[in-house]
């Protein structure tokens, strides 16, 4: 349980996957808006990467280790993870609509997103078992949401700033990013 | 044949500078800001995505009349993914130590942009031999464009270039900059400087390619993309609504 914990926190705290590992800073960047979007975007990708960290831990163990097919992974699990998305995006359309309006329009942005990717070939590469491949997915994700909810809030402040000409848009969001990953990288003593 | 070498010349020009990746288009930022912390690890970057790139582009456009204008996307997915496994062996085998530098950043060349954008908008439309330069091109300007972002990173975070130190001892370099906030605060100064050059270009009346601006919205693909989906959904909840509201009216 502790060693689970510990995945857990430091995939969402001290390797942020946008902060420290650079992964997924297009919608970062991109619909970090609004807070309200900005949690919308961060719900889809715990919803998507949880899944694709528990579909790609059997795919992988299952079936490429067994027929020692494991040079495929790449291509496997990116078609795994495109296919993953349109079949969440059509079970929630059919099962639940309010959940599917909240989320629906965010859905086809992360199949390009390189976070889910990148958290099913760091959990093969990693070794984790079955419930840490998980566990280490929740907790990127997490770390995912909450890093955008905190730049939209700071986003929606800065509207009132008088930012200079030439660092208004993604200058700015950037400045702020970094800023973030300093105050980050504080995490880093705390396992 | 004097055509071709016009050709070659003008693609190679067009990726290197007029459309350079980096500084012009802001493309592939996640592998932009990861790699750059040193310059030999910024050029291995550019130089293996050149590699993707130019061989994805040839597949792509000599595939161009088989592959249906519906399943497209995947297609190009399926090609890229399977050079970036080639790559990646290559890699393992005989430079492993850039391998190891680079780590998961390589099996996610297949997720840059600039590799699908360039299918998308070039190979799948041009004939082979342009298209295969175009690779060449736009792989070239993100080499350049890595490799001057990881030795302006080296220098000031260091103090070396290629491992050698140039500093004055008496010099301390900024730590913070070879650190991941540097990365975000170099990249941000990059496009501010970016931001200047093209509004006073603007102001004297030139044309200016615009930039990805790190936006998702802003590309082309994907707000086609998000805009038909948001079309059909209000389709479909405008049906289930005035089914629901007919249903009521019946009880």
């Known amino acids: ?49 949880t899944i694709a960290s528990a579909l790609t831990h059997i795919v992988y163990y299952q079936i490429l280790d067994r027929l020692n097919i494991e040079y495929l992974e790449t291509i496997v699990f990116i078609l795994l993870i495109a296919a993953l998305v349109q079949f969440v995006e059509m079970v929630l359309k059919k099962m639940s609509p309010p959940l599917y309006s909240a989320l629906g329009v965010y859905l086809p942005l992360i199949t390009t997103n390189c976070a889910v990717l990148g958290v099913a070939i760091t959990n093969i590469s990693d070794s984790y078992t079955f419930v840490q491949s998980v566990v280490n997915g929740l907790g990127t994700a997490i770390g995912f949401t909450i890093a955008i909810v905190i730049l939209a809030g700071l986003r929606e402040k800065m509207e009132y700033n008088d930012v200079p000409e030439s660092f208004k848009g993604t200058p700015i969001i950037l400045l702020t990013a970094g800023l973030m990953a300093m105050a980050f990288s504080g995490f880093a003593g705390l396992l | 044949m004097n055509n071709n070498v016009q050709i070659i010349k003008e693609r190679l020009f067009n990726g290197i500078i007029k459309e350079n990746p980096t500084f012009v288009m802001m493309l592939g930022m996640c592998p932009t800001l990861a790699v750059t912390t040193s310059c030999i690890n910024g050029i291995g970057m550019g130089l293996t995505t050149t590699v993707v790139l130019t061989l994805s582009n040839m597949l792509i456009s000599l595939m161009r009349n088989i592959i249906p204008e519906k399943v497209r996307v995947p297609s190009f997915i399926v090609v890229v ?12 085998a005989y ?23 360039r299918a998308e908008s070039y190979a799948s439309k041009n004939p082979v031999i342009p298209s295969i330069f175009d690779g ?32 004055p001892e008496s010099l301390e370099p900024i730590r913070l900059i070879g650190l991941a906030p540097g990365a975000f605060f170099v990249l941000a100064f990059l496009v501010a400087a970016q931001n200047k050059i093209k509004a006073s270009r603007k102001e004297k009346g030139e044309v200016v390619v615009e930039a990805c601006t790190s936006d998702c919205g802003s590309c082309k693909t994907c707000i086609d993309r998000v805009k038909s989906v948001i079309a059909s959904d209000k389709e479909e909840f405008a049906k289930v609504a005035s089914k629901e509201a007919e249903k009521k009216e019946e009880n």
């Open chain 2, 136 to 167: 060449v091109g736009m792989g070239l300007g993100f080499t350049v464009g890595l490799g001057a972002l990881g030795a302006f990173r080296e220098i000031l975070g260091a103090g070396s270039i290629f491992g050698i130190y140039i500093f």
């Open chain 2, 95 to 117: 430079l492993p130590s850039l391998n190891d530098a680079l780590g998961i950043y390589i099996p996610l060349i297949v997720v840059n942009c600039i590799i699908l954008g």
């Open chain 1, 1 to 49: 349980m502790a060693d689970l914990l510990k995945i857990a926190i430091a995939a969402a705290m001290i390797n942020n996957v946008v902060l420290s590992q650079f992964l997924g800073l297009c919608p970062f960047i991109g619909v970090s808006k609004k807070t309200k979007t900005a949690a919308g975007m961060g719900a889809a990708v715990i919803f998507v990467i």
């Open chain 2, 81 to 92: 993914a399977s050079f970036v496994t080639l790559v990646q062996f290559m890699l393992e």
